[in-house]
């Protein structure tokens, strides 16, 4: 399994940018996509963006469509999540992580099987 550990959460005001790190181990044979996550209090972990492990394609949740922008540096083991014109509701617990094959979507929670231990992200109005 791919270890990952995420970085760079705060308090911020709405309107505000953040950026997310996620130092992991390397990607092994069977790693196929890397996601951020994120969960509120009450609410269930959803998927916000992601990208195919091997360098392409990119995917999004509608929600944060032009504001969060997904990258990683190869040479640095490193995934990042660049948060802009942040906003109250998108307060919670983000966390990275791996997927390999199965099922599933690349936002789709249940498809990854190795996961940081999140960072807070607090959105203030």
């Known amino acids: 399994q791919v270890q990952l550990v995420e970085s760079g959460g705060g308090s911020v005001q709405a309107g505000g940018s953040l950026r997310l790190s996620c130092a992991h181990s390397?990607?092994?044979?069977?790693?196929?996509?890397m996601g951020w996550f994120r969960q509120a209090p009450g609410k269930e972990r959803e998927g916000v963006a992601a990208?195919?492990?091997?360098?392409?394609?990119?995917y999004y949740a509608d929600s944060v469509k032009g504001r969060f922008t997904i990258s990683q540096e190869y040479a640095k083991n490193t995934l990042y999540l660049q948060m802009n014109s942040l906003k109250p509701e998108d307060t919670g617990m983000y966390f990275c992580?791996?997927?390999?094959?199965?099922?599933?979507?690349?936002?789709?929670?249940?498809?990854?099987?190795?996961w940081g231990q999140g960072t807070q992200v607090t959105v203030s109005s």
């Open positions: 992580a791996a997927a390999g094959y199965g099922p599933g979507g690349p936002l789709t929670p249940t498809r990854y099987s190795s």
């Open positions: 990208l195919y492990a091997r360098g392409g394609a990119t």
């Open positions: 390397g990607y092994n044979s069977t790693t196929v996509y």
